[in-house]
Each structure stands twice: as structure tokens, then as C-alpha cells.
């Protein structure tokens, strides 16, 4: 196991469940007189991850919080990356107030974009 490996401004979150990373280089695209296409690279290999975690209630409103913010310095497998963090999905998991020191456990998926 990787161990623990992504943060959040400086926040520690348990390893993802089912992470996934895609690249996709964004363009512009127009067309001459002539019918040739004018490509103009925009940025080349721009990131987006989505993660899903389970959560304790405290970790839960930590992630909440971020997802309302702006900008959030991420650092994944030892490189940073200024992202926004969106699509806040919670569940909770069934039988979990019985947990002690925490009010449920939570499956949390969020969605994440390089700047």
C-alpha cells in the first residue's frame, strides 16, 4: 500500500478507494479560407482526478469546507498542484452509529481540476 499520500491544504486524507487521473490538452480550434484546420494549443495535459473516500463526520466537514473554496494546494504522490475541488457526493455507510468518537462514517467521492 501506498500509505498515506494526498493532502489538502496541508490536511492528511486516507488513502482514495477508487482514484482515477485523466489529461486532456485544451485548444482552439478554427478553420482557414481554405478549410485547414488552425490549431492553437492552449495548455497541453491539463489534470483532473476524481477520489472517493471514507470518511469519519470530522474529516466529512473538512472536505465539505474545501469544496467551497476557491483555489486548494493539493499534493498527490509527492507533487503539488493548485486545484479546485467540486461535486461533493456523501453517503452514509449503513450501521455506522454505532462508530464511538464520531457522528457516522461517510463514503465521500469529489472531483478535482488543475489550474
Known amino acids: 500500500m501506498l500509505g498515506y499520500y494526498l493532502q489538502f491544504n496541508g490536511v492528511q486524507f486516507p488513502n482514495p478507494k477508487t ?50 473554496q476557491e483555489s486548494t494546494s493539493m499534493t498527490y504522490m509527492g507533487t503539488t498542484y493548485t486545484v479546485r475541488v467540486r461535486d461533493f457526493k456523501e453517503k452514509l455507510v449503513e450501521n455506522s452509529e454505532w462508530v464511538t468518537r464520531s457522528e457516522g462514517l461517510y463514503e465521500c467521492s469529489v472531483n478535482v481540476t488543475e489550474f
Open 19 to 68: 482514484p482515477s487521473r485523466s489529461q486532456k490538452t485544451i485548444e482552439n480550434v478554427s478553420q482557414s479560407e481554405a478549410g485547414t484546420d488552425l490549431v492553437c494549443v492552449v495548455r497541453a495535459a491539463k489534470n483532473t482526478w476524481s477520489f472517493s473516500f471514507n470518511l469519519s463526520s470530522k474529516t466529512r466537514d473538512i472536505l465539505k469546507a474545501i469544496c467551497q
